[in-house]
Antibody, heavy 123, light 110 residues
């Protein structure tokens, strides 16, 4: 069964940092890029960034540039998101998504999504 | 920028529905492909892939869903709305970074 599971959310203090994890199962994790998307309460989807299949490349969204780092450990089938300088606008559900792009890809889209982990930034 | 219309779509069960997504610039990639996706998000659930590359239904998606369009103008059509179709629909482009989403359209049953 193909799935992604996020963890690490919770209540965090403004000005601090968070680290979220995304565990993959059911597919060859090291063959695919891994993207992070968040959704503020009652709002739409916002792309945060991605790490390439081999961890050699990252690209970040404008709203979090300079505060975000995405990494992965293919031996553990896990990707991580590290976000610093948290403020209330960083509250929301954080999703990881499998990027089916390039090479032998079929969809050139996000074909698998995790269920998300909720982050609340508040004092 | 992706602009969806309408933002709310009240539909009668069994009737058709359509959602438009307009891009501020062409979504045609240099290799000729157009990476325009439609996602569906039910309340309390993560988004799921419906349509990829404008008009291709993802695995398990009913054939009442179809996508069309080219360049900057795209449409998602539901031929006969079912109760499980409620929720938010988002268009998404991955032709160029950053990946962007439309604002979302809420489909509701009249």
């Amino acid at each position: 069964q193909v799935y992604l599971v996020e963890s690490g959310g919770g209540l965090v203090q403004p000005g601090t940092s968070l680290r979220l994890s995304c565990l993959a199962s059911g597919f060859t994790f090291s063959d695919f890029d891994l993207h992070w998307v968040r959704q503020a309460p009652g709002k739409g989807l916002e792309w945060l960034g991605f790490v390439s299949y081999d961890g050699s490349n990252q690209f970040h969204g404008v709203s979090v540039k300079g505060r975000i780092s995405i990494s992965r450990d293919n031996s553990k089938r896990t990707a991580s998101l590290h976000l610093t300088g948290l403020n209330a606008e960083d509250s929301g559900v954080y999703y990881c998504a499998k990027g089916d792009f390039g090479g032998p890809s079929i969809t050139d889209s996000f074909d698998v999504w995790g269920r998300g982990t909720l982050v609340t930034v508040s004092s | 920028v992706l602009t969806q219309t309408p933002l709310v779509s009240p539909v009668t069960l069994g009737q058709p529905a359509s959602i438009s997504c307009r891009a501020s610039e062409s979504l045609v990639h240099s290799d000729g492909s157009t990476l325009l996706t439609w996602l569906h998000q039910r309340p309390g659930q993560p988004p799921r892939l419906l349509i990829y590359k404008i008009s291709n239904r993802f695995s398990g998606v009913p054939d009442r869903f179809s996508g069309s369009g080219a360049g900057t103008d795209f449409t998602l059509t539901i031929s006969r709305v079912e109760p499980e179709d409620v929720g938010f629909y988002y268009c998404m482009q991955a032709t160029q970074f950053p990946v962007t989403f439309g604002q979302g359209t809420r489909l509701e049953i009249k």
